[in-house]
């Protein structure tokens, strides 16, 4: 099953192939823009910065359903929804050997996960090294002190690292809980305090959108004051004043995931590991920063569906390394492109794509210019209504199948999906063309 062609990079004294490293730095409820080398004149991103100019950034990687079980489950069984049939946070139904730790541990590596799970209880026997937590900012540990989840996430990272055995070829996921909020605490987001002072004299800029008026735009079944979207933008982005504490504790979560990173990347240098580690940084989902009046995430907005990807891949040409791609990528194409990195064939179940031909080739692939995004209902349509899409770079196709609603935004012209075309008979043969094609990939997402 291992193409030796294709896995191994050459040791320093070329005398034998040496497997890829894989390390995944996976953080959570961090939209594609959250990123200073993405635009943000904001928030301090250094060190993922800094990969992006020594890998490829692709600048419209997205998830194909915007919620933190479905999407991981997405990444490690490279499926959609329909297919591994993890609706909303309990186990995926897809086999473990067809998912990509399944498969790379069947070939050799060691395998391990720190952080999120949320997909059911971590099966701790199907790795070599597992360490599961979420939920809390701040976290007990056994002598009774507190530790931050974000530091707690370094540790366990850095103890899989030095403990390693030597003679396998390893990946590590890092499932970072921030900058998800702590939904039962008032305060949401909580740094640690050396963080404090990071945006302290900054007003975070407020997006047009983030307005009462785009908010009764919305469909009246969720722009109403029952939706949770709603509940939360009353939690976070209700006041001005609250808008800016939120935000800035929310971006110094993110500034503590890049820290972190950081001193992962550098014990991988450290050991001498950094020139045969494939490194990923991504998210499972956006993030509504009060645009269209809401918060959090679930629904086809771009605020929502859109993520970052960085890929740092050791067979990169020195000139390939800085760009970015525009192509669209998606959560479950990762984990084929991890197994290609690692010579391992990826099953045939796998409905994702292998990245690697976007940035090894010399001639550009085929590759998408659109898909299918799917989301359930949770609780009831009150709470979260299911939401569907078909999402192109100039037109995206919004179906809410409780209410047989369709919205149709013209991407090009109205970035930010304001204006609702639906009921436009100028646009009615695109709405047709629309509506046809989302059947399609509806249909083959099975």
């Known amino acids: 099953m291992l193409d030796s062609s294709q896995a191994f990079a050459a040791s320093d004294d070329q005398t034998a192939p040496t497997p890829m490293n894989i390390l995944l730095l996976y953080a ?25 100019t020594e890998g490829v950034r692709f600048t419209h990687n997205c998830v194909t359903t915007s919620i933190c079980g479905i999407s991981r489950a997405s990444l490690f069984t490279g499926q959609w929804m329909s297919r591994h049939g993890n609706r909303s946070f309990k186990p995926w139904q897809t086999a473990w050997s067809e998912t990509f730790p399944g498969l790379l541990r069947e070939n050799g590596y060691y395998v391990g ?20 937590y979420y939920g809390k900012h701040w976290l007990k540990q056994a002598d009774g002190s507190k530790v931050h989840v974000t530091q707690k996430n370094e540790n366990d990272a850095m103890d899989f690292l030095r403990t390693r055995p030597t003679d396998k070829p390893f990946c590590l996921t890092v499932a970072f809980f921030a900058t998800h909020a702590e939904d039962s605490n008032p305060l949401q987001f909580l740094p640690q305090p050396e963080s404090m002072e990071l ?21 009246e079944f969720v722009g109403n004051e029952k939706n949770e979207g709603r509940n939360r933008w009353h939690w976070r982005f209700d006041t001005p004043e609250k808008y800016q504490s939120m935000m800035k504790n929310y971006y110094r979560l993110a500034t503590e995931v890049d820290t ?41 907005h771009q605020e929502s569906i859109r993520v970052p990807l960085i890929v740092n891949d050791p067979r990169m040409t020195k000139s390939t390394r800085g760009q970015t791609k525009d192509e669209f990528t998606l ?38 210019d659109e898909f299918f995004y799917e989301h359930p209902m949770l609780k009831s349509t009150d709470f979260i209504p299911a939401s569907e ?58």
């Open 113 to 132: 996960h720190v952080g999120k799970w949320h997909n059911g209880k971590l099966p701790a026997e199907n790795f070599d090294f597992s360490r599961s």
């Open 199 to 219: 945006y302290e004299n900054v007003s975070i800029p407020v997006a047009v959108n983030a307005t009462q008026e785009s908010f009764e735009r919305l469909p």
């Open 331 to 368: 959560n479950v194409d990762l984990a084929p492109t991890i197994l290609a990195a690692a010579g391992i064939d990826a099953p045939e179940t796998m409905q994702g794509s292998d990245l690697g031909s976007l940035y090894l080739s010399e001639e550009k692939p085929e590759w998408r």
């Open 389 to 446: 899409a078909l999402v192109r770079k100039d037109w995206k196709y919004f179906y809410w199948p409780e209410f047989d609603r369709e919205q149709l935004f013209d991407l090009k012209n109205d970035p930010i999906e304001e204006n609702d075309l639906a009921a436009n008979p100028m646009h009615k043969d695109k709405l047709i063309e629309m509506r046809k094609r989302f059947a399609q990939l509806k249909a083959s997402a099975h």
């Open 260 to 300: 972190t990173c950081g001193r992962i990347l550098a014990e991988l240098k450290e050991q001498g590991l950094a020139d045969n580690t494939l490194v990923i940084f991504t998210t499972d989902n956006g993030y509504y920063h009060a645009e269209h009046g809401l918060a959090d995430k679930w629904y086809p």
């Open 28 to 52: 959570d409820d961090w939209r594609h823009n959250t990123l200073g080398v993405a635009g943000n004149s904001v928030v301090k991103t250094p060190t993922l910065d800094q990969l992006a």
